[in-house]
């Protein structure tokens, strides 16, 4: 099998330190380059690492001519202080990313959304997100893959003291995530990557959405999968 080429954007996140791992672990993969505002504490014969001015993301066109683009970018309202320059980033970056992508004819464009994603939310967190579902969905992309994560956890490089505390108290009430609640319950970001680097495996043509219960249905699968082989 050929082995693939990867662009990762967003590698210093949550989820896109766990997919950057995962991705240099990966024999099926025989170099990754990562979009980065400065340089991350990782070596590593597989990895490129590219300093980029997000605003002019277009003179980095030639970076875009890979398998798969990974997509974690992302924001809070607190480090973005106003919606202009959330949406700059949540928005904006990852469309003009997905637009090169297209120009490139990668094979499969992976992009990190959220739970409750709706172009008419009454949350603007949520809204501009699904806006950017939306406007994605319209590229001519071959494979378009969409995650839509609820609480993540994991080891942040910052401490954020409402999400901790929003883990902890949905850690108490476990039991309430069922049937169609489950997808509410929170996820390891490793999940969520994991999940990304199947779907990016799978050569899959089309666009395809995945809630977080179905990230984990994926992670449970290939367990089971590593277990009888």
Avoid at 56 to 80: N, P, R, W
Avoid at 84 to 108: G, M, N, P, S
Avoid at 151 to 163: A, N, P, S
Wanted: hydrophobic share 35%; charged share 25%; with cysteine.
């Amino acid at each position: 099998m050929r082995q693939r080429t990867a662009l990762v954007i967003g590698a210093s996140g949550l989820v896109g330190g766990e997919l950057l791992q995962r991705l240099l672990r990966s024999e099926h993969y025989e170099r990754v380059t990562i979009f980065v505002r400065k340089p991350i504490a990782c070596n590593h014969e597989k990895l490129q690492q590219v300093v980029v001015d997000f605003d002019h993301i277009e003179q980095y066109e030639e970076y875009f001519h890979v398998d798969d683009v990974f997509s974690c970018l992302g924001t809070t309202m607190k480090k973005a202080k106003t919606k202009q320059q959330f949406i700059k980033v949540d928005y904006e970056y990852t469309l003009r990313a997905a637009k090169l992508a297209e120009k490139c004819h990668v094979k499969t464009f992976l992009f990190v959304s959220a739970i409750g994603a709706h172009p008419h939310s009454m949350f603007f967190y949520n809204r501009v997100k699904g806006e950017t579902e939306e406007a994605l969905q319209r590229l001519t992309i071959r494979s378009l893959h969409i995650f839509r994560p609820s609480l993540l956890t994991g080891e942040r490089q910052e401490f954020r003291l409402g999400e901790k505390t929003a883990e902890w108290l949905c850690h108490g009430i476990s039991f309430a995530f069922v049937g169609k609640w489950e997808k509410y319950k929170p996820i390891a970001a490793k999940q969520v990557a994991e999940a990304m680097y199947r779907a990016a495996l799978s050569e899959k043509q089309g666009v395809y959405i995945y809630e977080c219960n179905e990230m984990k249905g994926e992670c449970k699968q290939q367990r089971g999968l590593s277990h009888q082989q």
